[in-house]
């Protein structure tokens, strides 16, 4: 998050993308540090996916991603 932020900063938009599973905490640092940037969260887990779920996954979010980095109300 604090890589987003020092992006934001520049003028240059950023979307952080995690699992699912660290919403909560990524509200929690977001209200800890004042700072909430735009994120997606993907199905949890990662790491054990293969390359075709990988891609299945990354399919199902690019809409989202772009969506962020494109609002107004940043």
Same mark, same amino acid.
């Given at each position: 998050m604090h890589d987003i932020a020092d992006l934001e900063r520049r003028g240059v938009p =950023? $979307?952080? $993308? +995690?699992?699912? $599973? @660290? !919403? #909560? +905490?990524?509200?929690?640092? =977001?209200? +800890?540090? =004042? @700072? #909430?940037? =735009?994120?997606? @969260? $993907?199905? #949890?887990?990662?790491?054990?996916?293969?390359?075709? !779920?990988?891609?299945r996954i990354a399919s199902d979010s690019v809409d989202s991603i772009v969506a962020q980095l494109m609002a107004t109300d940043r």
């Open positions: =950023g $979307v952080y $993308v +995690a699992s699912a $599973v @660290f !919403e #909560h +905490a990524a509200d929690a640092q =977001g209200s +800890a540090i =004042g @700072f #909430h940037p =735009g994120r997606v @969260f $993907v199905p #949890h887990p990662i790491q054990d996916r293969t390359d075709d !779920e990988m891609s």
